[in-house]
Each structure stands twice: as structure tokens, then as C-alpha cells.
């Protein structure tokens, strides 16, 4: 009996140790339950770095590449067929302004112009002799007849005379001949191209302009116009003249930039880079990064009143450098997030922290 309870009570000791076990990790996983609930009911605040729209004095620079070109060229054609008899002049040749250089052979037409010079010194004639016998054998349909033909024949010594003139070509201008595709003895058809020539002293550049900055620049503006070719000299330049058309395929315009002077060494066809910058303006800017974009277009994060976050879609205009003009979706002294964009989204409640 004695051995029997001694038994009995060796056994109640472990049960005794398990249930305060349980009992001690119910409590633990009670406790760890109501501060779990605690947190849930205690969400974390949303802090946000905000700036103003602000209208600012901007001005934005832009570097782009062009070619340099002959601002003053011509190409040279015939007017009349013939036999090439004079070509002197070849391609890097500079010639005066003109100077004989292209000449055609004009026999031919110099005899037809000697027979168009003879009748008309025969229907002048005919013309004053008629004239005087007016009064006696002439009738007055004779002397009309004679002074037609004697029209006719000073219009054809005309015509022939300007085909003549038409054999000879001179130089337009002082320049350079830049493109020769003829030789003496050639027979060349009429229109044909003989010759080209530039003014060395008329380089422009040429850049193609994306629309955005086309309103932003005017003629006359200064620029500067770096030379790769030249040891990366940099040189004064002038815009002189702005297309009056966009490229529909490229969005692009074209701008012609004079140079304030040429600079010696400068060539048609080399490599230039034009550094452009526009006039000072006020415009309604706020930071580049605060824009964002989805399926419908660029927007920010408007706070209000409240410290709610509003999602406002706007309208680009220009970037100036870090900041980008705003032409719609915003007024001045908004209050715009700049950080704190993870987790933002519309109409949530945030605190705000204002930026420098």
C-alpha cells in the first residue's frame, strides 16, 4: 500500500512540471497577441519632403551638333549648246569676281549674229526709203511692212547678240571653285553643270533644332561654335536665320548660324558644335525628379491643406537644368513632394517635411 502511493506521487510531480509549462507559454503567446494588436492599431506615419511651385527667372543652355556650310554658292550652267574651248580654273582655284571662267566656242553664233547685224541694216534701209517715197510711189501698207520687218530684225540681232554674251560665264562673286566636271573640248548640252563655287568667307552652320527650343531663340542671338577640326577652338557666331517650317518626321527646325568672323582653317563639310542658350525668363518651375509617369502622362504629388497627398497630372514645358517649367496642372506656392515617394499614393495622409 505504502509502495502504491509513493508510485502515485512520483507520477503527479511531471504532470504537475508539464502543465505550468503550458500554462506559462498560453500566457506568453497572449501577451505577444495584444501587443501585436497594439501595433496594427498604432500605423506607422508617412513622412514626405515637399517644395513650392515657384516662378522663377530660368534661362537653359543646350550644346548640338551641325555642319559647316558655304553660305554664298552657286552652280554654274550653260545657256547655250556648244564646243568647251576655255576652262582654266579647278576645284580649290580662287578666282575674282568676273573673271572669265567658262568659255564656249562661238563661231557659229557670231556669224549669226553678223547675219542678223546685216538685216537689219537692210530692213533699215528699206525702212527710210520707203519712208521718202511716201508722198509719191509708197503706199502707206508698204512703209508699215518695212518697219515690221525692221523690228524683227533688231529683236534678231538681240537674240543673237545674248547668245554670244551667253558663251562667256564670269565668276559671281570673289571665291573658290569647288566642284570641276568638264574639260576643254567637251560638247556639252544646254543646262548642262559645269562648274561650282563658294565664298569662303560666307561659312555658316547648320544645326537641326527640336521644336521645343525653336520659340525660345531669335535671330540675331549669340552663340558659340566649336571647331573639333581646329583643335576644339571655340568661336563667335550669330543665328541668322530660322526655318519657318518643323521637320513632321524629326519634330525638328532648321537653324543657320553665321560666323562673327569666319575662322581661318574652317572648311565646308567639318564637324561644328554650337552652344546655345536662351534669354532669361520667368517661367513656373519646380525639380525635374518630382515628376513621375504613368499610362495617362507626367504627374506629381500635390499636398493640401489637409496633408493629404493629391495625385495631380500636369504639362511639361522646357527643362532649365535640374528644374523643368510646368505650363499647366499647377499654380504657384503648391506644395509639391520631392521624397518620400515610396508607398505614396493618392489621398493618403502625410507628414510634412519642407525641403531647402
Given at each position: 500500500m505504502i509502495i502504491s502511493n509513493l508510485h502515485t506521487r512520483f507520477l503527479l510531480i511531471p504532470l504537475l512540471i508539464i502543465s505550468g509549462v503550458i500554462a506559462s507559454a498560453c500566457d506568453y503567446t497572449n501577451d505577444a497577441g495584444k501587443a501585436g494588436s497594439r501595433e496594427v492599431k498604432q500605423a506607422p506615419v508617412h513622412v514626405v519632403e515637399t517644395t513650392q511651385a515657384g516662378i522663377q527667372s530660368v534661362q537653359s543652355k543646350l550644346?548640338?551638333?551641325?555642319?559647316?556650310?558655304?553660305?554664298?554658292?552657286?552652280?554654274?550652267?550653260?545657256?547655250?549648246?556648244?564646243?568647251i574651248r576655255y576652262l582654266p580654273y579647278h576645284e580649290g582655284d580662287a578666282v575674282a569676281a568676273h573673271t572669265i571662267i567658262i568659255g564656249l566656242d562661238d563661231e557659229v553664233i557670231q556669224a549669226e549674229?553678223?547675219?542678223?547685224?546685216?538685216?537689219?541694216?537692210?530692213?533699215?534701209?528699206?525702212?527710210?526709203?520707203?519712208?521718202k517715197l511716201k508722198k509719191k510711189l509708197a503706199s502707206d501698207e508698204e512703209i508699215a511692212r518695212a518697219h515690221t520687218a525692221y523690228d524683227i530684225a533688231i529683236a534678231d540681232e538681240k537674240l543673237q547678240q545674248t547668245r554670244l554674251n551667253k558663251t562667256v560665264i564670269k565668276a559671281p562673286?570673289?571665291?573658290?571653285?569647288?566642284q570641276r566636271y568638264y574639260e576643254p573640248g567637251d560638247v556639252v548640252p544646254m543646262h548642262s553643270h559645269i562648274l561650282s563655287m563658294i565664298d569662303p568667307e560666307s561659312l555658316q552652320v547648320k544645326i537641326h533644332l527640336s521644336e521645343h527650343?525653336?520659340?525660345?531663340?531669335?535671330?540675331?542671338?549669340?552663340?558659340?561654335?566649336?571647331?573639333?577640326?581646329?583643335a576644339d577652338s571655340v568661336h563667335a557666331g550669330l543665328i541668322k536665320r530660322i526655318h519657318p517650317t518643323i521637320d513632321a518626321s524629326t519634330r525638328k527646325g532648321i537653324v543657320e548660324i553665321e560666323f562673327q568672323p569666319a575662322p581661318f582653317g574652317a572648311q565646308a563639310g567639318q564637324l561644328a558644335r554650337v552652344q546655345l542658350k536662351t534669354r532669361a525668363a520667368d517661367k513656373l518651375v519646380i525639380p525635374a525628379h518630382a515628376i513621375h509617369h504613368?499610362?495617362?502622362?507626367?504627374?506629381?504629388?500635390?499636398?493640401?491643406?489637409?496633408?493629404?497627398?493629391?495625385?495631380?497630372?500636369?504639362?511639361?514645358?522646357?527643362?532649365?537644368?535640374?528644374?523643368?517649367?510646368?505650363?499647366?496642372?499647377?499654380?504657384?506656392?503648391?506644395?509639391?513632394?520631392?521624397?518620400?515617394?515610396?508607398?505614396?499614393?493618392?489621398?493618403?495622409?502625410?507628414?510634412?517635411?519642407?525641403?531647402?
Open positions: 550644346t548640338t551638333s551641325g555642319t559647316i556650310e558655304a553660305g554664298t554658292r552657286v552652280r554654274l550652267y550653260n545657256e547655250v549648246n556648244g564646243k549674229l553678223d547675219k542678223a547685224t546685216a538685216t537689219r541694216e537692210q530692213a533699215k534701209i528699206d525702212y527710210q526709203r520707203l519712208q562673286f570673289d571665291g573658290v571653285i569647288t527650343w525653336i520659340p525660345l531663340i531669335q535671330t540675331g542671338d549669340q552663340v558659340d561654335v566649336q571647331i573639333d577640326a581646329l504613368d499610362s495617362k502622362g507626367a504627374y506629381v504629388y500635390v499636398v493640401n491643406e489637409e496633408s493629404n497627398a493629391s495625385k495631380t497630372y500636369v504639362q511639361k514645358g522646357v527643362q532649365f537644368g535640374e528644374a523643368i517649367e510646368i505650363t499647366s496642372g499647377l499654380k504657384a506656392n503648391d506644395s509639391i513632394v520631392i521624397k518620400g515617394f515610396n508607398g505614396l499614393r493618392h489621398g493618403k495622409q502625410v507628414k510634412v517635411h519642407e525641403g531647402h
